[in-house]
């Protein structure tokens, strides 16, 4: 009996062992204490990961873009000594395991999606990546394509025939993908720096089975990869820098352009968009939210500090988003704010921090109050001391004129040095504004030219008519000499101005016979003819002239002065004048006729010259009358007032003016002038040509800065 019930008991505390062994086997949770990476035949790898026991059912989350696999252990702790392992195989990147609550995610991040397959022995799970020989085969035959070989030679398909590249004009990248039909499936999309192409259902001859390396060309483009997978064809370009793509298909041509950004479009687009961070996938359940940090830190290499008041839980369902903008989130969900001092981010409540930088400012303020004074000298070389000791008395003076807080601010105007006494940190600012403001102004050098050409014609021709006729005047034999004047052939004298006494004995003046005045005056050639007979004397005389002149006046004014400053230059001289004034009086005023050139340049960031011009040339041309018979001088004005942009010594024309005059006059005795042909002898006729041609032309200089040391 004793026997039988010490047995009983003995079995008893046996089973109670048993029950007490699996409840402690059961409180300790399974841990990922090891990983290992092999390579297998076929591009393909695989991950060894070893479990203190036998690993629960995971589950498996694939994608695509950005190429990852994902796995979830429930109630798995990570034991490994780093949480992120990069990789060397040709399509993996890295390995990383995290620990999150009663969770591990295995996260495997790929260069692009691939078949996979698992298995458990023991405690011991292997992954296997890539496809292999058989299932290229199996996925080739469920396709219907009859692969010949290794180089994947395709009939009876959809093939792609050539795979070329050219540049654009305008530096861009353009791929020129030739197929065999239109018909084509086709994806595309972008990851990381990578644009991915993928042809499905077509086939890619062996010969274009290759690797172009285009960066020659320079465009983004730096290399372009052509590979056969299954029965997909897909295409692989590698690209630099920032840039933004575009793809269009022409009938059996599919074209891939690739443009690099400008700065302006950079711009736009981190306008649009601000978070650059690397993309992330979170997904968790009911998680802390000191963990979530924890996991953002690990998985993206940074360095956060998280305030003790940070607590509670958070859902997330967070995919491919940047972290900086998961991290944002996150933060404003739970009434969290950052501040990043160097490489390290400190994270806590909202509030507690803009208290923390509250109390900050009030004690830079304490201490600014009690740091000491001293006093310095800045010698000021290129800029005005006085408008430097008033820009910087108009951002910190307080109280009276020339105080800056406790300190003092002085100028010295004939050394041109400021005398400041501060503390150590306004003295700093002071001098890191002299830095910046105390600088040589670029100074430009800039030329104008006027240039004005004058061309004239004039022709004349004319002719003078002169006729005298015989009579008798008190018995006197008497000529009548045109219109006024007599000749006594009896006593051989000239009557001018006849008023019927010939009693005179002047020699005859031939110029008072003229019955018509039609010549040139001034003539460069004449002819005279004259008949006279005992009753009768005719004179003819005909008059040319012909004057060309050509004529060119330049003008070339210049002047230096610095970025931003008005210059100056003008010659000439002052024209007296009489004038009137209120009293009745004349007083001497003074006209001017000047050469001038003024002009404000203002040197641009792309080294051009943007320039306020006043140009001006006036000449004395003549005289008038004025008050009191005195001459009054007429000028003659040439003035151009403009805005011009002008690259570096480039010379571009301002403005022009074009005069053209042409005129033909006639002089003629009225009939006889219309007579055809003999009309001519009673005709003057004038043609004049006159051109003139105003020209301004204009060239700025930046001057070199090291020609001035």
Known sequence: MNRHINKTISTLFAALACWATSLVAAAEPVTLDKVDFASLPGDRFQVVMTFSDTPPQSSDLAMADPA?????????????????????????????????????????????????????????????????ASQVADVAQAAKVHTAGYNGDVSGSVSVSNVDFERGEGGEGRVIIDLSDANVNIDINQVGSEIQVNFYQTALPGNLDRRLDVVDFATPVKAIDSIRRGSTT???????????????????????????????????????????????????????????????????????????????????????????????????????????????????????????????????????ELAPLRTEYVRISYANAEELFELY??????????????????????????????????????????????????????????????????????????VAGGGTFNGN??????????????????????????????????????????????????????????????DLELSALESAGHGEVV?????????KQEAMIRTGQEVPFLEATSSGAASLQFKEALLQ?????????????????????????????????????????????????????????????????????????????DIPYVGRLFRNETDTYEKREILIFITPKIIDEALNQ
């Not at 003046?509 to 004259?530: F, H, K, M, Q």
């Open 477 to 538: 034999n008497i000529f009548g000499a045109g219109a006024n004047a007599a000749f006594d052939s009896d006593n051989g004298g000239v009557i001018e101005n006849f008023d019927g006494n010939p009693a005179t004995s002047e020699t005859l003046n031939l110029t008072n016979i003229i019955a018509a005045d039609l010549g040139v005056n001034e003539p460069t050639g004449s002819l005279a003819l004259a008949f006279l007979s005992d009753n009768l004397f005719l």
């Open 68 to 132: 990852r696999l994902v796995m979830d252990f429930p109630g798995v702790q990570s034991k490994l000594e780093e949480k992120r392992y990069s990789l060397s195989f040709e399509n993996a990147r890295n390995f990383t395991a995290l620990t999150a609550g009663e969770r591990t995610r295995v996260v495997l991040s790929l260069q692009q999606m691939v078949p996979y397959q698992s298995r458990v022995d023991g405690n011991v799970l292997t992954l296997e990546v890539g496809a292999s």
């Open 393 to 466: 008395r108009g951002e910190r003076a307080e109280g009276a004129e020339g105080s800056l807080d406790r300190g003092e601010l002085k100028v010295d105007s004939r050394t041109n040095t400021i005398i400041i006494t501060d503390t150590e940190e306004n003295i700093a600012d002071f001098r890191r504004l002299v830095r910046e403001l105390d600088i040589p102004i670029r100074q430009v050098r800039i030329e104008a030219r006027i240039v004005t050409a004058n061309t004239d014609f004039r022709e004349e021709l004319g002719v003078e008519w002169g």
């Open 597 to 673: 050139l003024q002009v404000t340049p203002q040197i641009t960031p792309d080294n051009r010259i943007n320039m306020d011009l006043l140009i001006t040339q006036d000449a004395v041309s003549g005289q008038a009358i004025g008050l009191a018979n005195s001459t009054v001088p007429i000028i003659d004005v040439t003035s151009i007032e403009t805005t011009a942009l002008v690259g570096d010594g480039q010379t571009i024309v301002l403005g022009g003016i074009f005069q053209l005059e042409e005129r033909k006059d006639t002089r003629k005795v009225p009939l006889l002038g």
């Open 555 to 563: 003008a070339q004014p210049s002047i230096t002065t610095g970025d």
């Open 234 to 368: 897909h295409v692989a370009i590698d690209a630099l820098g920032e840039f933004e793509y575009s793809a269009y298909q022409v009938d059996t041509q599919y074209v891939i352009e690739v443009k690099p950004l400008t700065p302006r479009e950079l711009e736009e687009q981190r306008n649009k968009f601000a978070y650059s961070g690397e993309k992330m996938t979170l997904n968790f359940q009911d998680v802390s939210v000191r963990a979530v940090l924890s996991v953002i830190a690990d998985q993206v290499g940074i360095n956060i500090v998280v305030s003790d008041a940070v607590d509670g839980s958070i859902t997330l369902n967070l995919n491919d988003v940047p972290w900086d903008h998961a991290l944002d989130v996150i933060l404003k969900t739970k009434g969290l704010d950052k501040r990043q001092e160097g490489n390290v981010i400190h994270v806590g409540l909202a509030e507690d921090i803009a208290e923390q930088e509250r109390l900050q400012v009030e004690v830079n303020k304490q201490l600014q």
